[in-house]
T-cell receptor, first 113, second 114 residues
Framework: KAGVTQTPRYLIKTRGQQVTLSCSPI?????VSWYQQTPGQGLQFLFE???????NKGNFPGRFSGRQFSNSRSEMNVSTLELGDSALYLC????????????FGSGTRLTVV | AQSVSQHNHHVILSEAASLELGCNYS??????LFWYVQYPGQHLQLLLK??????LVKGIKGFEAEFIKSKFSFNLRKPSVQWSDTAEYFC????????????FGQGTELSVKP
């Protein structure tokens, strides 16, 4: 089966701009989670969506938001970008009970200049 | 706050050496436990997981991990490492009532010398 697909792979943005990242989960997976990976903070949970509803949210400012569509695809938006938002953003999908674990995509590398 | 601690930041081994990477978590309730591996330039891949039952779980590529509830630990082991095991290893914990939220350790970078 196809894996988790994230687009774009790389992105360069200027401070103050906004950005939208996309994630297509594995077919049949209805839960999508987002994580931020940085060398200093490691992997940190951003939020999770299931059936178009946000189920859980990490400790990130309101500039970070997301949504999920009826086909389970998800988008993440970051507004008013800051230099510290430079990171690898990972998306993971799973079956509802998570019994098969969480499958991660290759990520979107965001660089804010 | 719940945390996940990985004891070693960087481990260097020679091929055929045995590996044990430590992982401890601070939450006392029911948890699901995971080890992920991230090879250079690649995405996170699931090595193994523990949900319930036998505390000794076997994963892919010869890895195994033992869940010791009394010690809040989930250490990863491999009897004989190969150069291709060079990667970063992450332990992750999911609390029973927190949906899909994984809390990751800081990661352990493993370098295997040929």
């Amino acid at each position: 089966k196809a894996g988790v697909t994230q687009t774009p792979r790389y992105l360069i943005k200027t401070r103050g701009q906004q950005v939208t990242l996309s994630c297509s989960p594995i077919s049949g997976h209805r839960s999508v989670s987002w994580y931020q990976q940085t060398p200093g903070q490691g992997l940190q949970f951003l939020f999770e969506y299931f059936s178009e509803t946000q189920r859980n949210k990490g400790n990130f400012p309101g500039r970070f938001s997301g949504r999920q569509f009826s086909n389970s695809r998800s988008e993440m938006n970051v507004s008013t970008l800051e230099l510290g938002d430079s990171a690898l953003y990972l998306c993971a999908s799973r079956l509802r009970d998570g019994s098969d674990g969480y499958t991660f995509g290759s990520g979107t590398r965001l660089t804010v200049v | 706050a719940q945390s996940v601690s990985q004891h070693n930041h960087h481990v260097i081994l020679s091929e055929a050496a045995s590996l044990e990477l430590g992982c401890n978590y601070s939450y006392g309730g029911t948890v699901n436990l995971f080890w992920y591996v991230q090879y250079p330039g690649q995405h996170l891949q699931l090595l193994l997981k523990y949900f319930s039952g036998d505390p000794l779980v076997k994963g892919i590529k010869g890895f195994e991990a033992e869940f010791i509830k009394s010690k809040f630990s989930f250490n990863l082991r491999k009897p004989s490492v190969q150069w291709s095991d060079t990667a970063e290893y992450f332990c992750a914990v999911k609390r029973y009532n927190q949906g899909g939220k994984l809390i990751f350790g800081q990661g352990t970078e493993l370098s295997v010398k040929p």
